[in-house]
């Protein structure tokens, strides 16, 4: 249809064009004209040719038209009722919704990310333990405090290991972007949807500190097993408020966003504690905790 748009448009502009200059009568039909023919044709109607630019153009359009739409016995274009047209008229119109919704997302952010989240279910961020946000900040985005809410470095970075391990082994996405994907688009991998996630990312910069971001990803991310944010996951793998969490359980659940069913404790003990081990080790490289921490908490977590 944009193409039918685009070519009709064209033939307009070419009309417009000719019609300004002199002598236009002899490049329209004239029964457009309103003026009589000058010769009859033998030829009955249905068979005349304009040779015209004029009548060049007006055809492209006219086939192009028959291709998507159906035409009467009076040669008047009218529209395929087809039972595709239907859905297509269903599909733009969703596509447009969606387009005035991300519109509405990124000029209005704050009140769209707000209207989002139940913040009633929230564990404030005094009341996360500071072992959890090390280990989320050294697993998944180490730079964290530095950056905005792209991270170029941390993006360079991942391209290179992935490429020499030959597999995706690092993310380049900053925890700001996890967070507005979490709560504002769709998994679908697509480039426009990275574009997005970008903007909104941009976004919730802005209007939100570092430390009310963590509260906002840690509250929202999912942790597998059911468990949507802190809360419910402290409660399924550990029975107890996320403020009594050791290090080696703020590990664990640390080590789950990246890919929470493989990960999962429960279903996976030995994947979850290698994990754990993993964020363990990454905590004590970026100087959060000292290797004396990490490799007693990981024998903590055996010996229970």
């Known amino acids: 249809m944009k193409r039918l748009f ?52 007006t055809d ?30 269903v599909a733009k119109e969703q596509d447009i919704q969606t387009l005035r919704q991300e519109y509405h997302d990124l000029t209005n952010f704050k009140e769209a990310l707000e209207s989002r989240v139940h913040r009633e279910n929230f564990v404030p961020f005094k009341d996360i333990p500071q072992y959890l946000i090390d280990g989320v900040v050294a697993t998944e985005d180490r730079r964290f405090y530095d950056h ?42 697509t480039m426009s949807r990275k574009i997005e996630e970008l903007a909104l990312a941009v976004q919730l910069d802005r209007y939100y500190t570092k430390q009310e971001i963590l509260e906002l990803y840690l509250n929202t991310i999912y ?5 949507y944010g802190l809360r419910e996951a402290s409660h399924t ?32 003990p030995k ?3 290698e994990r754990m081990t993993v964020v363990l080790t990454l905590m004590a490289q970026e100087g959060y905790i000292t290797h004396e921490q990490a490799a007693h908490a990981a024998a903590n977590l055996w010996l229970r």
């Open 148 to 189: 905005g809410a792209m991270d170029p470095i941390g993006v360079a970075r991942a391209m290179v290991t992935n490429y020499m391990a030959g597999e995706t082994l690092e993310g380049g996405s900053t925890i700001d972007q996890q967070t507005v994907k979490n709560i504002f688009l769709s998994p679908e991998r």
């Open 271 to 273: 994947a979850g504690t």
């Open 237 to 268: 793998y550990f029975g107890k408020e996320p403020k009594e969490l050791d290090l080696s359980q703020c590990a664990m659940l640390a080590g789950l966003p990246q890919a929470p069913s493989a990960y999962d404790p429960i279903d996976h």
């Open 60 to 89: 492209m359009v006219s086939t192009f038209a028959s291709g998507v739409t159906g035409t009467t016995d009076s040669g008047k274009v009218t529209v395929n009722k087809s039972k595709d047209a239907p859905n297509a008229t």
């Open 223 to 227: 942790f597998g097993h059911g468990a």
């Open 6 to 57: 685009m070519l009709i448009v064209l033939a307009c502009a070419v009309y417009w064009g000719f019609s300004q200059g002199s002598g236009i009568e002899k490049y329209i039909p004239a029964s457009l004209t309103g003026s009589a023919p000058k010769a009859a044709s033998s030829a009955p109607p249905s068979a005349k040719k304009d040779d015209s630019l004029y009548g060049e153009v």
